[in-house]
């Protein structure tokens, strides 16, 4: 089993992890920016970040043969904090690097006024970089937020293939499904998602632009849970094909979108998945 | 890798130096890169051969500029991936007379690093700027995270009676514990009778 898991917060876990990782299949990830569980209070602290993102994680990910992606952006929870949003000035210098797939974790934490103009600001930015936007759905009041979330999009003017709407449940999938945008679940240890209830969800709408992620951090999770839903869905009647399509093939359709992952992917493969796109661009 | 194109790249930057600071960051996906990630110290990637061609550039395009070339240096570097700043630590030899000292600085941030690949690609030929004191704790870095002492520009003129003691020292303390002591820093000791080394000293 291939895995490629398209939400993981690395810089939080251990070397242990990464290794637990690399033996249940896992090949590559990425680890969106997002919050540290404890607030910033200045842009350096985003900077030091962003540089650990790019740089020294890669690295370490890099030791254990997993390709290390990530996604740059100033989140929802502090969009809210005026000494962290002078942040999304710097963001251009790091969203024209290799390994950053997307712009990303955007979305809303309390539907606030300021994070709706900073998401709405770093979709121009995904806009203008032709990058994919990974976007965080709240915890609290998620349908509503889910809906916002969808309207700022089609404002935006963005194609809603270039969007993964992340952290859905059964309630908000199908609003998601019927714009068009890409479905992520995380699937956690006892919140949010847990693999026999994805296995329920893959079989009522399919395999379509669904992305499954452990969404691990710093909190209690799993970077496990990615293989844990293969199984689920292997004994559940799906074939190893289908498990191979959610877990390595769709994250990879959908990040390769921004022409920066930094996978090997095998030619025919290549030529077959992403005729026409400038994934690994000038690497013959 | 895309000759024409970097070619086109380095034209373009020394005739307005500016346009390295998007240039550079693009270069691996536009121009060339080896595929995938690789942990290894000194490892040949042509990114990073493509990097340095552009810094070259730079350099003919800020001519007589130092303090410019070396504030354009410092940025690349301070807004690098890691891909970047092991281009910048690598490119340095090349921009050595131009920049003088300028750079040392970002020597000493690599060798704070704990990335082989970032503290093999700041013991290249510019590292000859390092103080003594410096560049021998940078040399015992190597040890420490496995990077191959023939990365080391000058190592064989520049080792001296000082270096071999802490080698020594360090040999002594894995053999004390049990563990081998990497066949790099053996053979350093062994070079005792060497007739060309002490210089420093
Ligand atoms: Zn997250």
């Given at each position: 089993m291939r895995i490629f898991d398209p939400h993981i917060h690395m810089s939080s876990r251990t070397t242990d992890d990464y290794e637990a990782m690399a033996a249940a299949g896992v090949q590559a990830l990425v680890e969106p920016a997002f919050w540290l569980g404890q607030p910033r209070t200045s842009v350096d602290s985003f900077v030091d970040y962003f540089d650990a993102l790019v740089g020294w994680e890669r690295f370490r990910a890099s030791q254990f043969g997993i390709a290390h992606h990530c996604t740059i952006a100033l989140n929802p929870k502090e969009a809210n904090d005026p000494r962290c949003t002078p942040v999304l000035d710097l963001l251009p210098r790091y969203l024209a690097k290799d390994g950053v797939v997307a712009v990303g974790e955007v979305g809303f934490d309390s539907m606030t006024e300021d994070e709706e103009k900073a998401f709405s600001h770093q979709l121009e930015l995904a806009k203008e970089f032709a990058l994919p936007a990974l976007v965080h759905t709240p915890h609290r009041d998620k349908l509503a937020g889910t809906r916002r979330t969808l309207d700022l999009v089609d404002a935006a003017g963005i194609?809603?293939?270039?969007v993964v709407v992340d952290h859905l449940n059964e309630v908000t999938v199908d609003v998601v499904d019927e714009a068009g945008a890409w479905m992520g679940f995380s699937i956690y240890p006892d919140t949010k998602m847990d693999p026999d209830r994805m296995v329920a969800i893959l079989q009522r709408r399919g395999l379509d632009r669904v992305l499954v992620n452990s969404a691990a951090d710093w909190g209690k999770s799993d970077p496990l849970r990615t293989r844990a839903t293969g199984e689920a869905m292997l004994a559940a009647g799906f074939t190893e094909d289908d498990v191979d399509r959610v877990l390595w093939r769709n994250p990879v359709e959908f990040f390769g979108q921004s022409g920066r992952l930094l996978l090997d992917v095998p030619e025919a493969e290549q030529g077959a998945t992403f005729a026409g796109n400038s994934l690994l661009r000038g690497e013959r | 890798m895309n000759e024409s194109l970097l070619a086109e790249r380095c034209a373009e930057i020394a005739a307005d130096h500016t346009r390295i600071r998007t240039r550079f960051p693009a270069a691996a996906r536009e121009i060339g890169r080896t595929p995938g990630t690789s942990p290894e110290p000194g490892a040949e990637r042509v990114e990073d051969d493509v990097r340095v061609r552009l810094l070259v550039a730079l350099r003919d395009g800020l001519a007589g500029e130092a303090d410019a070339l070396s504030a354009e240096v410092h940025d690349l570097y301070r807004f690098g991936d890691a891909d970047e700043r092991r281009a910048v630590l690598l490119g340095l030899g090349e921009l050595g007379d131009a920049i003088g000292d300028r750079a040392v600085d970002l020597l000493h941030d690599a060798l704070r690093t704990n990335d082989p690949r970032l503290v093999a690609a700041a013991m290249?030929?510019?590292?000859?700027?390092?103080?003594p004191a410096a560049w021998r704790q940078a040399v015992l870095k190597c040890l420490f995270v496995g990077v191959p002492l023939r990365l080391v520009a000058d190592l064989d003129r520049r080792a001296d009676d000082e270096l071999r003691r802490m080698v020594a020292d360090y040999a002594g303390e894995r053999r004390a514990a049990g563990r081998e002591v990497p066949a790099d820093a053996l053979a350093l000791l062994s070079e005792h009778a060497h007739p060309h080394t002490s210089r420093e000293t």
């Open positions: 194609e809603p293939g270039m | 290249g030929t510019y590292a000859a700027r390092l103080d």
